[in-house]
């Protein structure tokens, strides 16, 4: 079993639309939840992270942890063409070693 | 500057050449990674260098050899390799290694062994 697990995708909305993109993960000790985009011919760069459980907001962008279920999501309203990108899940106990998820290519329709 | 570089963008070797990849930062980030990508995969972590010191190794084969010369560089050096080490070779660095530990990665060596 990996130790986080997405789902690849693609995934195709039009513009304007509301995206949920999620993961689930299996170490009990991960305590950093991370949600890196990787557009085309890029490295990933970070865009929002999460310590421990809860909601965390930044513009169009709000990403969930639920430790309980081990579950962790990144919603993005209002989607925008610029956003189509591949979104990788990643996660730490706090440490050198990030685990990533495989990525859910996204495609935001005009 | 908030860039990590690496050169080259693309490499073509061949099973018996030795080349080299090359990752740069002037960010003043005292941890830097090395990460393989094959296509439609999460980057998997090959080496960790702290402080200039080799902190992980992730059971690379001997085939592939890391170098820090300074703390803005990082090298991997290739010889041998098969066709199934072709992928995106991703350098990162961050600067710290508690908390969130934010990495940034550069754009990758597109590496194609034939």
């Known amino acids: 079993q990996k130790e986080v697990e997405q789902d690849p995708g693609p995934l195709s909305v039009p513009e304007g639309a509301i995206v949920s993109l999620n993961c689930t993960y299996s170490?009990?000790?991960?305590?950093?939840f991370m949600w890196y985009r990787q557009y085309s011919r890029k490295g990933p760069e970070l865009l929002m992270y999460?310590?421990?459980?809860g909601n965390k907001e930044d513009g169009r962008f709000t990403a969930q942890v639920d430790k309980s279920s081990k579950y962790i999501s990144l919603f993005i309203r209002d989607s925008q063409p610029s956003d189509s990108a591949t979104y990788l899940c990643?996660?730490?106990?706090?440490?050198?070693?990030?685990?990533f998820g495989a990525g859910t290519r996204l495609f935001v329709k005009a | 500057d908030t860039e990590v570089t690496q050169t080259p963008k693309h490499l073509v070797m061949g099973m018996t050449n030795k080349k080299s990849l090359k990752c740069e930062q002037h960010?003043?980030?005292?941890?830097m990674y090395w990460y393989k990508q094959k296509a439609k995969k999460p980057p998997e972590l090959m080496f960790v260098y702290s402080y200039e010191k080799l902190s992980i190794n992730e059971s690379v084969p001997s085939r592939f050899s890391p170098e820090c010369p300074n703390s803005s560089l990082l090298n991997l050096h290739l010889h041998a390799l098969q066709p199934e080490d072709s992928a995106l070779y991703l350098c990162?660095?961050?600067?710290?290694?508690?908390?969130?530990?934010?990495?940034?990665f550069g754009p990758g060596t597109r590496l194609t062994v034939l």
């Open positions: 960010m003043g980030h005292r941890a």
């Open positions: 999460t310590y421990s459980s």
């Open positions: 170490n009990s000790a991960f305590q950093y």
């Open positions: 990643a996660s730490h106990t706090g440490g050198f070693k990030t685990i």
């Open positions: 990162a660095s961050s600067t710290r290694t508690s908390g969130v530990n934010e990495q940034f």
